[in-house]
């Protein structure tokens, strides 16, 4: 599937913002097989005193702005045109729990997709006795560690209500789990928390997803989101699968990814600090248009 995807992050501060610093990561990655970014900018309303380009430890370009003198406004623009050719995984080779801790001694690596940086604590995902008690509910004598990853999926999608007036980015996962409703991100926190009590290696993906509107319905401009979904590690012959919660789907060639991480802090489109005071206004709109 090609596509062209267009993005506005748009931010209005009561009073200007001055020695700011931010790391933007906006633009889809290439990945080989599955993904390929063929072309992409980034524009900064206004011009930055600074800006550079550096590629983070999970190998993802992130760029880096600084603005020294006072700003009432900041915008940034995304546009790319992206290939997706997602292929889902048809059988089911991944071990049950008793057999994953021995394959996830036997990876020797710690490049970046190694298991290893998926399994404990992360800076937004301390563990959560409740969550914990949650996943052992669900997992069952005999499961495939893919049976099991399915099973939350499709239970936090059961047991759990979109609303984005419930929680913020700030909004820990014991909070959402508490509240039984959030956004993607507290779906993608619980269920990669829940995975990992149990030992089976989950990370964060941000990236973007096409929404179909409804039958008889016309696409509204804007109306596609920045999204976020789970990766999980089922073995070294399956290897890494992702599952979407917020829809209880597999991700295919309607998911386009961005970065990988242990938790939103690690994929942040948007992350830095600035000096001033008072309430800032933020507004978002995604485009992802097929290309005919």
């Not at 001694?105 to 008690?133: K, N, Y």
């Not at 409804?214 to 920045?226: F, N, Q, S, T, V």
Request: proline share 8%; aromatic share 8%; hydrophobic share 40%.
């Amino acid at each position: 599937m090609l596509y062209d995807l267009s993005m506005h992050l748009g931010y209005q501060y009561d009073t200007p913002a001055s020695g700011a610093r931010h790391i933007l990561r906006v633009l889809p990655i290439t990945i080989p097989d599955r993904q390929r970014l063929i072309a992409g900018s980034l524009t900064v309303t206004p011009k930055p005193e600074e800006r550079g380009n550096f590629i983070d430890f999970f190998r993802h370009p992130a760029t880096s702005i600084l603005f020294r003198t006072p700003h009432a406004a900041l915008d940034i623009h995304m546009q790319a045109r992206i290939q997706v050719d997602t292929e889902l995984p048809t059988a089911d080779f991944s071990p049950d729990l008793s057999r994953l801790p021995a394959e996830i001694a036997d990876q020797l690596s710690l490049d970046p997709d190694s298991p290893h940086h998926f399994c404990g604590p992360s800076p937004r995902l301390p563990e959560t006795p409740e969550i914990s008690a949650y996943a052992r509910e669900i997992a069952a004598d005999g499961m495939t560690i893919r049976q099991i990853a399915t099973a939350i999926c499709a239970r936090i999608y059961k047991d759990f209500k979109y609303d984005s007036d419930a929680t913020t980015v700030d909004t820990t996962p014991r909070e959402a789990f508490k509240l039984k409703r959030g956004v993607c991100q507290d779906f993608s926190h619980i269920m990669i928390l829940a995975l990992r009590s149990l030992g089976i290696p989950a990370g964060y993906v941000s990236g973007f997803l096409r929404t179909i509107p409804p039958p008889g319905k016309e696409r509204l401009e804007g109306a596609d989101a920045m999204h976020a979904w789970v990766r999980i590690w089922c073995g070294k012959t399956l290897g890494w699968l992702e599952l979407d919660p917020t829809n209880n789907i597999a991700v295919a060639t309607d998911h386009i990814v961005v970065g990988y991480g242990r938790d939103y802090s690690d994929v942040a489109p948007v992350i830095g600090v600035l000096k001033s005071y008072g309430e800032h206004q933020t507004k978002q709109s995604v485009d992802v248009i097929p290309v005919k």
